[in-house]
């Protein structure tokens, strides 16, 4: 099965006639195109650096400015107000040039200052612009006068068709609290969760921390909010993800499914090759900078700078602290079947392999009745089990010979791909179906993903498609609008023929895969077998359900006249309540990437008015007009909270930097291993759905996606996920432990779904 390609463009002997060179013509042929594919990427990452540098102007602005300034002062009118001539007269060359010669090159310089003035201006004043977060404060329906001027302002400073980082110069930097509002903010959070003898304590620590070492830390964090970029991200992905020894799978990864009404083809091999390339062109787009940035409303630039990592990207474990890789290109990924691991070239000959051509190299691979060898089909569960192990291993028997050559190969792919032996489907009615299919996404059998790539695209035997990604490049919605393309153009665009085979004839004979070599020592063998228990271990004990919510979806709750998500964070609340007996920390994530750099930040959804309103749910003697009031108080509140975490007010990103430079000045603070060392019992995140116009469900209902998921947070807590994919659909993912005896997420999602249920009719009945 294995080819080995030409390694040398030419060999030569030596004989008694002298030296007798033959060059392989093809080699050399690969060789230049190569190096041409190579030179056209630095020259369009140069040339859309220079656009983006200039953005909301244009490079080309630069000629018409040097034009206008020429024509005028050639007109006896000076637009310098003496630049010119001061120029002229004092820069070397241009004082002992000609007349002529001195005032074209006096006007060439100073209309290029001016031409880098404007710019600067149009970039500052849009940094100023973008400041301003009153919009999202303002009542749905009705803008103040002082938003209409500032949408007005934003599309004037704004610019035209931007690129994918045109805005990234322009984005504000994260504002940094003062520690005085993040500790009001935070014993008013905790409020309904304790009693009044531990929240007066709390109280007397934060007044402590507040009044003496949170002015020292502050001041640290202030010079690096000043210095930095954002003052949180960095530390963020070092701290909360790179530095965990525990296992990635489950624990931090996450995972996402495939449109659920939509099957386009049950053939393995087309399904991947459409998708395949689907991804290869959004990872082209992304280095072209031809994909279109998020803008919120159509006016507001969200941040672009995950996107960057999305792809040649992996983790390097390492003994105290991983370490993310990316390069710069890939022309190939890595293919995982049956124990097996294959090096597929996608890019051959100057250009991306077709979807037909890919058809065929996937299939022989499928057709490969080849063994693996000893231990290699569990070498995956060396990157699920703990860190530590997997470092180790990595030095001592993945750093020479084959199985270095491999490995590179694996962590060099532009991603890596999984061919899974079973079926797995959606079938309506069969809840079942719904949770093997998200347990296959998240973890697998444990050894059939490569967990530390930037993700695996997972191709199942009836051509079901799902994704697992590694968390520290990047958040949810980045890998949800490859997604949305993913789903849709390989439906819409490349389609499929009348058998399920991809579309068009192959114009070449595509490079045969790889077949990937292993030489595994038994101390090596050993390292595996123990990390295949711990993510075995993992995988039996998570709880994982996928449940589809179709009594009810985003129309109905409109008609609440209340956010969706709110609702929904709402019926958590109520039916958490209802299924541990009491009020828990809660965390649902929202994005802070209205600021440069930004990621995420906590929103807190359990308060003081969300739990005033599950009392009264429960309550039989209080009216239902008092309810529904406590309702609209409880989702007002919580929509407060989401838009104060958005516009960089929140709590939780905050404490986690002042303890950062804590333990850096090796100081132990009481407040704050505290606060820090809070469980999350209920971790909550809304999957975000329709970034893009791809996901058109009012015209094709059946690309409605299941959205994804992700593991529990805590021992004993739920981690759920939720997608309003609809105007009548949920997906709702809730996982859990089953070693916890007092967890049970499918007793959960029913006590989910009566919350739903009863809150609707609690609003909506007469």
């Known amino acids: 099965m294995a080819e080995a390609h030409s390694a040398v463009a030419f060999s030569f002997t030596v004989t008694h006639e002298g030296i007798d060179v033959n060059l392989n013509h093809d080699a050399l042929k690969a060789v230049w195109r190569s190096g041409i594919h190579s030179w056209k990427k630095r020259f369009g990452r140069t040339k859309n650096k220079v656009k983006a540098g200039t953005y909301p102007g244009s490079p080309t602005s630069w000629l018409f400015v040097t034009v206008l300034v020429l024509a005028l002062r050639l007109a ?8 010119i001539g001061f120029i002229q007269a004092t820069v070397p060359g241009l004082n002992t040039a000609s007349e002529t010669g001195g005032l074209y090159g006096s006007c060439l310089i100073f209309s290029t200052l001016l031409w880098i003035g404007i710019i600067l201006f149009l970039k500052y004043m849009l940094k100023l612009l973008l400041m301003y977060h009153g919009w999202m404060y303002e009542v749905r329906g009705k803008t103040s006068i002082q938003t209409i001027l500032w ?7 704004g610019g035209r068709k931007p690129m994918l980082n045109s805005y990234q110069s322009s984005l504000p930097k994260l504002v940094l609290p003062s520690v005085e509002d993040t500790m009001s903010r935070y014993l008013l959070s905790i409020k309904p969760l304790v009693d009044d003898k531990k929240y007066n304590r709390m109280s007397a620590l934060a007044e402590d921390f507040k009044n003496g070492l949170g002015k020292k830390l502050q001041r640290y964090l202030w010079l690096k909010s000043w210095w930095s970029t954002n003052y949180v991200t960095d530390w963020w992905e070092e701290y909360v993800y790179l530095r965990g020894r525990s296992p990635i799978m489950v624990n931090s990864n996450y995972y996402g499914v495939d449109a659920v009404l939509m099957h386009p083809s049950t053939i393995q091999a087309a399904r991947a090759a459409n998708v395949v390339y689907v991804m290869l062109q959004y990872r082209r787009d992304i280095d072209r900078e031809e994909l279109n940035p998020i ?6 630039p969200l941040c672009s700078a995950q996107y960057e990592r999305q792809f040649n990207t992996t983790r390097i474990p390492g003994v105290d602290s991983d370490k993310l890789v990316h390069y710069k290109d890939s022309k190939h990924v890595a293919v995982y079947y049956k124990g097996k691991f294959y090096k597929v070239y996608v890019h051959f000959k100057g250009r991306y392999l077709k979807p037909c051509e890919l058809e065929r190299s996937f299939q022989k691979i499928l ?10 089909e569990h070498i995956p569960a060396l990157t699920g089990g703990n860190r530590v192990p997997w470092a180790k291993a990595r030095t001592e028997f993945f750093s020479k010979g084959k199985n270095k050559a491999s490995l590179d190969a694996v962590e060099k792919a532009a991603f890596f791909l999984t061919f899974d032996e079973e079926e797995q489907n959606f079938i309506l009615g069969n809840q079942e179906s719904f949770d093997k299919f998200a347990g296959c996404m998240l973890h697998g059998n444990g050894y059939n993903r490569w967990f530390d790539k930037s993700f695996n695209l997972v191709v199942c035997s009836n051509g079901r498609i799902g994704f697992c990604a590694e968390h520290s490049w990047a958040d949810a919605p980045i890998m949800a609008h490859l997604w949305e393309y993913g789903v849709t153009d390989d439906h819409d665009i490349l389609g499929y023929e009348d058998n399920g085979h991809t579309k068009g004839e192959p114009e070449m004979t595509p490079p045969n895969p790889i077949r990937l070599e292993w030489d595994l020592p038994e101390p090596c063998l050993e390292v595996i077998q123990n990390s295949l228990q711990v993510t075995k271990q993992l995988v039996n004990d998570v709880d994982l359900k996928l449940f589809m919510h179709d009594a009810f979806g985003k129309g109905l709750m409109k008609k609440c006249k209340t956010s969706p998500d709110a609702f929904i964070q709402m019926a958590l609340q109520l039916a958490y309540y209802r299924n541990a007996g009491k009020f828990s ?12 750099e930004g990621r995420t930040e906590t929103v807190r959804p359990c308060t003081i008015e969300s739990c005033n309103f599950v009392k009264a749910m429960e309550d039989s003697n209080m009216t239902k007009e008092k309810k529904i009031e406590l309702f609209r108080t409880a989702t007002e509140r919580h929509q407060m909270g989401y838009r104060d975490a958005m516009t960089g007010k929140g709590i939780d990103r905050h404490l986690f930097c002042l303890y950062v430079v804590s333990k850096y000045l090796e100081i132990e603070d009481p407040f704050l291993n505290e606060v820090l060392s809070e469980p999350w019992r209920l971790s909550t995140s809304q999957t975000p759905h329709q970034q893009t116009d791809k996901l058109d469900l009012i015209n094709h209902p059946k690309r409605i996606s299941g959205g994804g998921g992700f593991g529990p947070v805590a021992d004993d807590g739920y981690g759920v996920s939720y ?3 609809g105007e009548d659909v949920l997906f709702i993912h809730i996982s859990s ?3 916890c005896p007092t967890t049970d997420s499918t007793k959960f999602g029913e006590e989910v779904y009566r919350a739903l249920s009863d809150i609707k009719n609690l609003i909506l009945e007469k």
């Open 151 to 157: 949408l007005g302002l934003i599309r004037l400073f």
């Open 737 to 739: 432990k089953k070693s």
């Open 585 to 596: 920390l809660t965390y649902e994530s929202s994005m802070t990437r209205l600021f440069r």
């Open 295 to 300: 803008l919120l409303n159509k006016t507001v």
């Open 76 to 83: 006896n009118v000076d637009p310098s107000f003496g630049m």
């Open 723 to 725: 997608i309003i994919a």
């Open 367 to 376: 057709d490969d009745e080849s063994e693996p060898v000893g231990g290699e």
